[in-house]
């Protein structure tokens, strides 16, 4: 495949943008090679400055979930556009996509709508923080809940990806009162509850953790952890920002029957424009400005625009839940048929999956925390990737994030893809 025109797009950009990306991952770091410009999409499509077309697995890292430039969205957003895009006052959409979502999603009662994941996570933590009166939180090695500084301390996702757990920047102040626990080990958690009785506002975490690659819980996990917050009176946090409005209507919290006291949204919420949220029962949320002391504010929050692409987004969901089987049932075809080639090339490999998200890992052991997740061999992730790549399939640039399925992809598309794999890890 040709890449002319984004190696030019890409010197362009890295003399005005740190690292020519406004986010870390896209910039290939982690596989080596320029990162490709992305021209337009259309359903499970994208295509390139250079005009090469890729079967698209990262659909923007979770948020189209009903495929690139879905129809509904793209009139709402249109139509909603010629009417002015911010007012800075409240507006009936806000209430409109806050009513859907609180219908949809179990344990809320309130939500506010924010701009990014970050916000929401940082928001939902700084609630806890207020609501509990207390300083410490806990998160687990590997989880990614955004780049506020609570949580940069042995994030998942690009930090992990370029091996700086730890990011500079981040407060030895700030550092002390995040603990770290291990993905799927209780033990782990009720060690640090006890340690710290009194100190621990909250606990925050993927229910399904997709900054590792994609790693479910392990049976009776989830469980633990809701007992756990109750005996020593801690609020579960639920970082849904991949998982909300993906694996249900519900989220983790319907797929598992587990109830956080916060959720955090992001991606599908906003439909691919900026879009995030956190919710809680009413006690929680009415300590949130402007009813209770902890501040929050955002100048585009709920901004009618962004508002119009996820209730559009959101209506569909609703209204269609059946989208939810065949997201699934095409995600565990895709695994079956990678699996198949990949044994049949002898290649050493592990997939995870759950409802419409999946990851490949080149380990041999089961890939269950960030440790086991770290073993994956990264030189044949580098090859696998740029194989497909050369194939017309686009996956994360990093063996540690998931892979999204959007109802737009086809059978045809699935096919594709194992074909793809079976023929690009012939070499391995
Ligand atoms: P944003 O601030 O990027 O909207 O959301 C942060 C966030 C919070 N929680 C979870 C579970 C997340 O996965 C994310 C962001 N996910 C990454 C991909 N793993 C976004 C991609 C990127 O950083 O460019």
């Given at each position: ?16 943008i ?7 991952v ?62 800075g ?15 949809m ?39 990614y ?12 996702s ?35 509850l ?7 506002a ?13 790693i ?133 490999h ?33 090859k ?7 194939n ?21 598309d ?7 794999v ?7």
């Amino acid at each position: 495949m040709e890449y002319k025109r984004s190696s030019e797009l890409f010197s362009a950009a890295k003399k005005v943008i740190p690292g020519g990306v406004n986010s870390p991952v896209r910039a290939f770091s982690a596989v080596g090679g320029d990162p490709l410009f992305m021209k337009e999409a259309k359903g499970a499509y994208l295509f390139d400055e250079d005009g090469n077309k890729y079967i698209d697995y990262i659909n923007s890292w979770g948020p189209l979930i009903l495929g690139h430039a879905f129809e509904p969205v793209v009139s709402a957003v249109v139509e909603k556009a010629k009417k002015g895009t911010s007012f800075g006052t409240p507006t009936e959409i806000e209430t409109s996509i806050a009513e859907l979502a609180v219908s949809m999603v179990p344990n809320i009662d309130k939500i506010r709508f924010v701009n990014s994941g970050t916000e929401a996570t940082m928001s939902a933590v700084r609630l806890a923080r207020g609501f509990k009166n207390r300083e410490k939180i806990i998160k687990f090695a590997g989880c990614y809940h955004g780049h506020s500084d609570s949580f940069l301390i042995q994030a998942g996702s690009g930090a992990v990806t370029f091996g700086t757990p730890n990011s500079p920047g981040v407060t030895a102040g700030t550092a002390k009162d995040t603990l770290l626990a291990n993905f799927n080990d209780l033990g782990s958690v009720e060690n640090l509850l006890k340690k710290n009785q009194g100190e621990i506002a909250c606990i925050i975490l993927e229910p399904i953790a997709g900054n590792m690659g994609c790693i479910p819980p392990k049976k009776g996990f989830l469980e633990g952890l809701r007992e756990l917050c109750d005996q020593y009176d801690v609020l579960l946090i639920f970082d849904e920002v991949m998982t909300g409005f993906r694996l249900a209507k519900g989220g983790a919290q319907e797929l598992t029957g587990v109830d956080a006291d916060i959720v955090c949204f992001g991606k599908v919420i906003g439909g691919g424009l900026p879009v995030g949220a956190f919710a809680a029962r009413h006690e929680i949320m009415d300590y949130l400005a402007p009813t209770g002391p902890v501040y929050q504010a955002g100048t585009l929050s709920g901004n009618p625009l962004a508002m119009a692409a996820g209730l559009a987004m959101l209506q569909e969901l609703d209204k269609s839940p059946e989208i939810y089987k065949s997201l699934a049932e095409k995600t565990e075809y895709l695994h079956k048929g990678i699996s198949k080639v990949l044994t049949r090339n002898n290649v050493v490999h592990t997939i995870n999956r759950i409802g419409s998200m999946i990851s490949v890992h080149f380990a041999e052991a089961e890939v269950m925390d960030f440790k086991s997740a770290a073993h994956g061999n990264n030189e044949t992730f580098r090859k696998f990737f740029h194989g497909l790549l050369e194939n017309g399939i686009y996956i994360a640039p990093s063996a540690f994030e998931t892979w999204f399925i959007s109802e737009a992809l086809s059978y045809e598309d699935l096919d594709a893809t194992i074909v793809a794999v079976d023929k690009v890890s012939k070499g391995f």
